[in-house]
């Protein structure tokens, strides 16, 4: 199984930035599309952004589109999450994820992928 360390969150004000990492192990990260997902207190898991093996084709949630920025390093085995004009309701653990097939096409059902990071805090104050 693929390991996933998330990096970056933290605490920051309304209107701010923060840039997320998510390093994966192993020599197949390249053949895999990935995901963000983040999950605040009393809520559901929610899905935020997917990017496909390549980078080419990414994918947003509506409540974060023009917002965050999903992008990828193959090379170094690395997946990001730009966020800017962070808002309180972005207050949640993000997790990246991995599909559980190489394709990926965008889908944002949790049970679709198999591999999940520990997650990283993020707070935005208002």
């Known amino acids: 199984q693929v390991q996933l360390v998330e990096s970056g969150g933290g605490l920051v004000q309304a209107g701010g930035s923060l840039r997320l990492s998510c390093a994966a192990s192993g020599r197949t990260f390249s053949m895999y599309g990935m995901g963000w997902f983040r999950q605040a207190p009393g809520k559901e898991r929610e899905f935020v952004a997917g990017?496909?093996?390549?980078?080419?084709?990414?994918y947003y949630a509506d409540s974060v589109k023009g917002r965050f920025s999903i992008s990828r390093d193959n090379a170094k085995n690395t997946l990001y999450l730009q966020m800017n004009s962070l808002k309180p309701e972005d207050t949640a653990v993000y997790c990246c994820?991995?599909?559980?097939?190489?394709?990926?096409?965008?889908?944002?059902?949790?049970?679709?992928?198999?591999?999940w990071g520990q997650g990283t805090q993020v707070t935005v104050s208002s």
């Open positions: 990017i496909n093996w390549r980078g080419e084709k990414t």
């Open positions: 994820a991995r599909p559980l097939t190489t394709y990926y096409g965008g889908s944002a059902n949790p049970s679709d992928f198999g591999s």
